[in-house]
Nanobody, 126 residues
């Protein structure tokens, strides 16, 4: 069974770059049918899909975050990363990494059969 674990700083200052890593274990990262995704959930709000990368390196990002977002994959390390530049306090959220079927991408809920990390709290201080 695929397991994912997010890692990175829990506190970032305004205008800095947030960098998170998702480490994958228990399965293959070179599965073409999956979107290796980053999602966040601000306090009191629903899921917000940030973007995804495929094992071939194709990416897609949320239009509202595209100018500040970069997602990359390192298949040799079995990990993928998120960089979010010029962070603001509104970027405070629990950040999740997940591997999802394309049909799951963008849904407001977690779909059975996808795999999610436990999430990591990121707070942006002003």
């Amino acid at each position: 069974q695929v397991q994912l674990q997010e890692s990175g700083p829990g506190l970032v200052k305004t205008s800095q770059t947030l960098s998170l890593t998702c480490t994958v274990s228990g399965g293959s990262i070179t599965t073409n049918s999956y979107y290796w995704s980053w999602i966040r959930q601000p306090p009191g709000k629903g899921l917000e899909w940030i973007g995804y990368v495929t094992y071939r390196g194709s990416t897609d990002y949320s239009p509202s975050l595209k100018s500040r977002t970069s997602i990359a994959m390192d298949t040799s390390k079995k990990e993928f990363t998120l960089q979010l530049t010029s962070v603001i306090p509104q970027d405070t959220a629990v950040y999740y990494c997940a591997t999802v079927h394309p049909a799951s991408y963008g849904l407001a809920y977690r779909r059975s059969g996808d795999y999610w990390g436990r999430g990591t709290q990121v707070t942006v201080s002003s």
